[in-house]
């Protein structure tokens, strides 16, 4: 199970830090990602962290404002988000996959198998 917390509502070029908590299971072994989906928009990809923290990967918008990162020892994964834009304004998801999708489709939210939630992010202009 995932529980996504930390959403809220901030100005834009403010920050927030999503947190995602893992049980039921051995977090180390699952790759995780955070999607979001916008008001009539489908859901896209932001960012994604192999298990040891080792690799990352970012959707082009959100490079060098975003940073995924984990704690396996307290099950749970971040999104800091900083710099915000009113762009940014969705219901974000982090999901987990056991299985590694490839370089290929690690932006794929069909090759993850366990979401949470969901936590609201609007930024006001």
């Known amino acids: 199970q995932l529980q996504a917390s930390g959403g809220g509502l901030v100005q834009a070029g403010g920050s927030l830090r999503l947190s995602c908590a893992a049980s039921?299971?051995?977090?180390?072994?699952?790759?995780m990602g955070w999607f979001r989906q916008a008001p009539g928009k489908e859901r896209e990809f932001v960012a994604a962290?192999?298990?040891?923290?080792?690799?990352?990967y970012y959707v082009d918008s959100v490079k060098g404002r975003f940073t995924i990162s984990r704690d396996n020892v307290k099950n749970t994964g971040y999104l800091q988000m900083n710099s915000l834009k009113p762009e940014d304004t969705a219901v974000y998801y982090c999901?987990?996959?056991?299985?590694?999708?490839?370089?290929?489709?690690?932006?794929?939210?069909?090759?993850?198998?366990?979401w949470g939630q969901g936590t609201l992010v609007t930024v006001s202009s």
């Open positions: 962290i192999s298990r040891s923290s080792s690799t990352t």
């Open positions: 039921g299971r051995t977090f180390s072994n699952y790759y």
């Open positions: 999901s987990a996959t056991q299985t590694w999708p490839g370089t290929d489709y690690v932006r794929d939210a069909r090759k993850y198998n366990y």
